[in-house]
């Protein structure tokens, strides 16, 4: 089968010929439709993500929408023809997912939405399951809390704003001036990234401030979080790196959780959950009020590089997809 492969750190993906897989016991054979490419993966090439290890030779990529071909011995839940999604390898020395066919560890997939495409659906997990783990199952986010997403268009961002909202909370984001379309369309109430955290704490709070937090930014954004949230309220986030002060938590008695997706694939540990938060989101998917925003170019494995270079500049609209059936909606 073809597969883009990563023969050193920091070297162009290589379009090669490798052997095709077979499902083991537990394993599911997957024909790849579509690929979605994460600002991770490029890490990953460049040799910069110790948090990730993925010895070379690799092939890389995690997410992925295609259809069964095969199963392995004990799996029960998925037979030939049958359409999936799911994070699904290109981390801690799993073939990744650009490649035309994946065996892969049948806890990590679940049943693609019926209304999505195959791009749409490979463009959905990893943001999927970063978002459902911060608001679900780390904030325990209910109707009627009130919640900022800090970076509102972003990848993580754009899902966590639409989850918020279909599980009842009144959601604000940030952004940029120039996103502010976009985080507006959601369903959000906007906030200027450059408004001081004061201002909008008190002109949408009253200075009370907001029950749940979900940081998709880091940095200073994530100080900005720990400004923003209510006295005895929760700060998520998935981008938690560096030295933080903590005294604005404490003086608030409030609590601070991180996401980090990683685990279940370096581990073995947990995969089963991944299925269980994709089977749970589908139906805000089928019922339209959770969706993925896509980059509408279109790139095959020939030219993944590009792609490549554009998540690398920040220049993505949405999430950037490898269409690896040339026929792929």
């Not at 918020?164 to 200027?192: P, Q, W, Y």
Request: glycine share 12%; aromatic share 6%.
């Amino acid at each position: 089968m073809k597969a883009a492969v990563l023969a050193t750190y920091g070297a162009p993906l290589r379009i090669s010929d490798i052997p095709l897989p077979a499902p083991g016991p537990g394993e599911v054979l997957v024909r790849i439709a579509a690929s979605g490419i994460n600002p991770l993966d490029t890490k990953i090439q460049a040799g910069a993500a110790e948090h990730a290890r993925h010895p070379a030779p690799a092939v890389l990529g995690m997410d992925l929408a295609g259809t069964v071909q095969a199963v392995g011995a004990g799996v029960t839940d998925f037979r030939p023809g049958d359409e999936v999604h799911g994070f699904a390898g290109g981390v801690g020395g799993l073939q990744g997912t650009l490649a035309e066919y994946i065996a892969v560890d049948a806890d990590l997939l679940a049943r693609k939405p019926r209304n999505l495409s195959m791009r749409e659906a490979a463009a959905l997990p990893s943001v999927l399951i970063t978002a459902w783990k911060g608001l679900v199952d780390r904030m325990a986010l209910a109707a009627g809390d009130t919640l900022l997403v800090q970076g509102g268009a972003g990848g993580v961002g754009h899902i966590a704003v639409q989850i918020g909202r279909a599980l009842g909370a009144t959601v604000h984001a940030t952004g940029s001036a120039h996103n502010r379309a976009s985080i507006e369309g959601l369903g959000a109430t906007f906030i200027d990234r450059d408004e001081p955290v004061a201002e909008y704490v008190r002109r949408l709070t009253g200075g009370r401030g907001f029950d749940r937090v979900y940081d998709t930014v880091g940095g200073v954004a994530l100080d900005a979080s720990f400004q923003a949230v209510r006295r005895y309220g929760h700060v998520v986030s998935c981008l938690g790196w560096g030295t933080h002060a903590l005294a604005p938590l404490s003086f608030k008695e409030a609590s601070y959780s991180g996401v980090f997706i990683l685990p279940p694939l370096l581990s073995g540990q947990d995969r089963r959950h991944y299925r269980d938060i994709l089977d749970q989101a589908r139906p805000l998917i089928e019922s339209g009020r959770v969706m993925p925003i896509v980059d509408e170019r279109r790139f095959t494995l020939d030219t993944l590089e590009d792609a490549y270079r554009i998540v690398r500049a920040g220049q993505a609209r949405g999430k950037l997809v490898v269409d690896i059936d040339a026929q792929v909606r």
